[in-house]
């Protein structure tokens, strides 16, 4: 299954195929994919932010009114930086918190944050106001960037999982082209000189408010996922979940090959912590000994590995330090004046969304390996051009304005190959490898290392613009043919692999006990090749048969 079958999962002599990959999977399932938007506003948050700041820091008002940022470069990588810190924070603890209390309510515990660090930034009288609040809801990013993907993967069915959690990307890279074009229109409020109004900026940082409001109060009529439901022991809700997800009858034999599957692996989670720890330990010790494992057990290191250098390579070929400062990028390669600045950024907005739409499309028929290789090999030409072109004309891009016009568009070219490669995959990755129990936590780690990452990126590259110039695409460079060297040698195919099935990916359930355990789970509950499938079927019917007054017809 590591590459081949799309969509399948194996269940006696059946095979679960709930349609076709890509675009024509979501048409054909338009309640998954309008659930899937809607949970993705949290991915539009954090693209906001990140494009927001970057237009801000240039404003003349907002100068103004903060000195000590203009003048002091360390300080001002601070200010980007301090959000993804605190973003680390919110997603290495929400994985407790997304499995405690269900990844539909800690959206809602996100949101609530969110808004409440929105309003202290957007009435920051002086610089300590506005890092209390970049780092409050930057909890509340780290929050959101580390359930939204999460849940959206437990919703999805196999062949259209890619394309689901990819919304997330296609929503921030929505939250990026609002931003600039906000920042391009509001900077206008006053002038643009000296007599511009705080509402240049000030209005910015409060339209952030209302996406984050509708998720808010729209997170009561999302539905549970039904693997966490699974996981809770609540299979009659599970049950019910799947079928108005899947739009089948409950007898289905796809959809009772799918429920037996989760209830397999969470049979086998159950068992096995029971072996490894015993009966009667806290919650807490348990969850702690899981964090270990993540880095102890040698198939859960593997998938570890894979997800935390996925978030580190996103970060460290370059992406948000164009996005962060990409003003300051334009004006380097030769482009002057605040409008022409922002306009530039404006089309990196432009071209980070339609970029992103082909991976939506089509990332399930690609594949996460091709598709990263694809985005790697791009993304380096680009840096190689974009740095010898900084090179050579660095001093006298005001005499070659065609070198500083061509420098901007690999810029571009650059956004668009990251756009539909890494960007999606990284969010894809993490949140459809691991195993039930420990699958919270994981995807928390794997989200913390991307802010961690992002936040000695936003530091460090205020810097290196000014000390090594051009070497900053360089540096950037390195680590773009890092990634595609790196997958082609050791990221595996997960492409309409079910998420109960990823074990056969990564070397889990490798010990003899840890098969006949698993082996006699299936066999119990009708999965085995032996199995008798169409009598669990029945047992289902009849154990549930309120289920189908839901309305799940085709």
């Not at 948050?45 to 003349?60: A, E, H, K, P, R």
């Not at 082609?488 to 990823?502: D, H, Q, R």
Request: with cysteine; net charge neutral.
């Amino acid at each position: 299954m590591a590459g081949g079958t799309v969509g399948t999962a194996i269940a006696g002599t059946h095979e679960i195929v709930y349609g076709p990959p890509g675009y024509k999977g979501l048409i054909k399932e338009p309640r998954l994919f309008a659930l899937a938007c809607f949970a993705s506003i949290g991915g539009l948050l954090f693209g906001y932010d990140q494009g927001v700041i970057s237009g801000v820091l240039v404003m003349n008002n907002f100068s103004k009114h903060f000195p000590v940022l203009t003048e002091d470069a360390t300080l001002q990588g601070w200010l980007v930086s301090i959000m993804t810190l605190g973003a680390m924070f919110g997603a290495f603890v929400n994985g407790p918190i997304s499995d405690r209390l269900s990844r539909r309510w800690s959206i809602l515990g996100a949101n609530i944050i969110f808004l409440v660090g929105s309003i202290i930034q957007c009435a920051a009288e002086n610089v300590a106001m506005l890092f209390v609040g970049r780092f409050v809801f930057g909890c509340a990013i780290g929050m959101l960037a580390m359930v939204v993907p999460l849940y959206l993967s437990e919703l999805a069915p196999p062949n259209i999982r890619g394309a689901l959690v990819a919304l997330q990307q296609l929503s921030i890279t929505v939250g990026i082209m609002v931003s600039f074009w906000i920042n391009y229109g509001t900077q206008y409020i006053g002038g643009t000189g000296e007599g511009q109004s705080q509402a240049a900026w000030r209005i910015p940082f409060a339209l952030q408010c209302l996406p984050s409001a509708i998720l808010a109060v729209g997170t009561f009529f999302l539905p549970y996922s039904p693997r966490w439901l699974m996981n809770q022991g609540r299979e009659d809700e599970a049950l019910q979940t799947l079928v108005r997800l899947r739009r089948v009858p409950v007898t289905d034999y796809r959809l009772t090959a799918e429920f037996l599957e989760i209830k397999a692996a969470r049979l086998f989670d159950q068992q096995t912590k029971i072996d490894k720890y015993g009966e009667g330990l806290s919650d807490f010790y348990i969850a702690l000994q899981q964090y270990k494992e993540l880095f102890t057990a040698s198939h859960l290191r593997k998938r570890t590995m894979v997800a935390c250098l996925l978030q580190v390579l996103q970060q460290f070929t370059g992406i948000n330090a164009i996005i962060y400062y990409a003003p300051q990028f334009f004006e380097a390669i030769g482009l002057r004046g605040n409008s022409v600045n922002l306009l530039a950024t404006g089309v990196v907005g432009i071209v980070f969304f339609f970029s992103t739409i082909p991976a939506v499309m089509y990332l399930d028929r690609w594949g996460r390996r091709k598709t990263l290789m694809l985005g790697a090999a791009g993304m380096s030409v680009a840096q190689l051009i974009v740095a010898t072109l900084y090179a050579v004309y660095k001093n006298t891009f005001s005499q070659h304005p065609a070198a500083g016009w061509a420098a901007c568009v690999f810029v571009w070219v650059y956004i668009g190959t990251f756009a539909f490669s890494i960007a999606c995959v990284n969010w894809i990755m993490p949140s459809e490898m691991f195993p039930p129990a420990t699958r919270g936590k994981a995807v928390g780690v794997a989200i913390a290392s991307n802010y961690l990452s992002n936040f000695i990126v936003a530091l460090i590259t205020p810097r290196m613009l000014r000390s090594i110039t051009f070497g900053t695409f360089y540096f950037f460079l390195v680590f773009c043919v890092i990634l595609g060297v790196w997958t082609y040698f050791c990221v595996p195919e997960t492409k309409g692999v079910p998420i109960e099935e990823m074990d056969r990916l990564f070397g889990g359930n490798d010990a003899e006990a840890d098969l006949e355990r698993i082996a006699e789970i299936r066999s119990r509950i009708g999965l085995a090749p032996n199995g008798d499938t169409d009598a669990v079927l029945k047992e289902i019917k009849d154990t549930t048969s309120h289920v189908e007054s839901v309305g799940c017809d085709k």
